[in-house]
């Protein structure tokens, strides 16, 4: 299973899209928000009900985290100490973690890059502490995924299902786009 994590302010495209190709791949996930409420709105005022509150996850039994950027959405997953404290641990462990747009900065604020490749959101890249910026659509490296943006949101997703259920299944879903 995946924990896709909502805050106020994130990018509905970013978040959705890596729901649903998820899904069509049939690998498990499920959104956290880290508001008081299930219930998150994005960036552009679309709530979005959450399956779980953050206090009732189990990342014993998660596989990877995914952060969708988004203003202010990105600042507070940053702001949100015991988020960031699950992170480190969950990367620690040894478990991916993927992020897109400005979200990225997350991980460079939680000391998680250690000289990998990685992109942000155009203009951000002064963000990305420790990290080898690549200005890419999106980077595999190691078990850090990275996206610039949201418009390459498809191809984010389609990189955790890549890295989660191999080649193939990435393709099926893809084709089943028409894209």
Same mark, same amino acid.
């Given at each position: 299973?995946?924990? /896709?994590?909502?805050?106020?302010? &994130?990018?509905?495209?970013?978040?959705?899209?890596?729901?649903?190709?998820?899904?069509?791949?049939?690998?498990? %996930?499920?959104?956290?928000?880290?508001?008081?409420?299930?219930?998150?709105?994005?960036?552009?005022?679309?709530? %979005?009900?959450?399956?779980?509150? &953050?206090?009732?996850?189990?990342?014993?039994?998660?596989?990877?985290? %995914?952060?969708?950027?988004?203003?202010?959405?990105?600042?507070?997953?940053?702001?949100?100490?015991?988020?960031?404290? =699950?992170?480190?641990?969950?990367?620690?462990?040894?478990?991916?973690?993927?992020?897109?747009?400005?979200?990225?900065?997350?991980?460079?604020?939680?000391?998680?890059?250690?000289?990998?490749?990685?992109?942000?959101?155009?203009?951000?890249?002064?963000?990305?502490?420790?990290? %080898?910026?690549?200005?890419?659509?999106?980077? /595999?490296?190691?078990?850090?995924?990275?996206?610039?943006?949201?418009?390459?949101?498809?191809?984010?997703?389609?990189?955790?299902? =890549?890295?989660?259920?191999?080649? =193939?299944?990435? =393709?099926?879903?893809?084709?089943?786009?028409?894209?």
């Amino acid at each position: 299973m995946l924990y /896709v994590f909502l805050a106020h302010g &994130f990018e509905e495209i970013e978040a959705l899209t890596v729901v649903d190709l998820l899904r069509r791949a049939e690998i498990q %996930v499920k959104t956290v928000s880290l508001m008081e409420d299930k219930v998150v709105y994005g960036a552009h005022g679309i709530g %979005v009900e959450s399956d779980i509150l &953050f206090r009732y996850m189990e990342p014993e039994r998660c596989e990877m985290f %995914v952060l969708p950027g988004g203003m202010p959405g990105t600042v507070n997953l940053c702001n949100h100490k015991a988020f960031n404290e =699950e992170l480190k641990n969950f990367a620690a462990s040894g478990k991916p973690v993927a992020a897109i747009c400005a979200a990225p900065m997350v991980f460079a604020k939680a000391g998680l890059f250690d000289g990998h490749r990685a992109t942000i959101y155009p203009g951000m890249e002064d963000e990305l502490v420790n990290a %080898v910026s690549t200005g890419e659509k999106v980077v /595999v490296d190691d078990r850090i995924i990275t996206g610039r943006g949201p418009g390459v949101a498809i191809d984010f997703a389609l990189a955790i299902i =890549e890295y989660l259920a191999g080649k =193939e299944r990435a =393709e099926e879903v893809k084709n089943g786009l028409q894209g």
